[in-house]
């Protein structure tokens, strides 16, 4: 098993950056597929960002591509989600999770999920 603790997040300015971590604990960990989802007060989670642990495959949500470069560091347990050029419609709190398979956009698909990282964005 898996479990997932997220940091980084905080408050930047538009057009400012920040990165987010996810450490994962378990022996197990280069086996998962890893993504990051947020979610916005009010509203639903959202996908954003989706590596595959076997090819490395990189899936990115059409909001946040070109901004955002999602990566993994399978000898540290850690994936990572740099964001770049950040707009207040990014303020969210940013999940990361994993899955061993199955439709990688959909967040019923992972299993194991962190508790979570708050990034606010100001105008």
């Known amino acids: 098993q898996v479990q997932l603790v997220e940091s980084g997040g905080g408050l930047v300015q538009a057009g400012g950056s920040l990165r987010l971590s996810c450490a994962a604990s378990g022996r197990t960990f280069s086996n998962y597929n890893m993504g990051w989802f947020r979610q916005a007060p009010g509203k639903e989670r959202e996908f954003v960002a989706v590596i595959t642990w076997r090819s490395g495959l990189i899936d990115y949500a059409e909001s946040v591509k070109g901004r955002f470069t999602i990566s993994r560091d399978n000898a540290k347990n850690t994936v990572y989600l740099q964001m770049n050029s950040l707009k207040p419609e990014d303020t969210a709190v940013y999940y990361c999770?994993?899955?061993?398979?199955?439709?990688?956009?959909?967040?019923?698909?992972?299993?194991?999920w962190g508790q979570g990282t708050q990034v606010t964005v100001s105008s």
């Open positions: 999770a994993a899955t061993s398979g199955g439709d990688l956009r959909r967040g019923r698909t992972y299993d194991r």
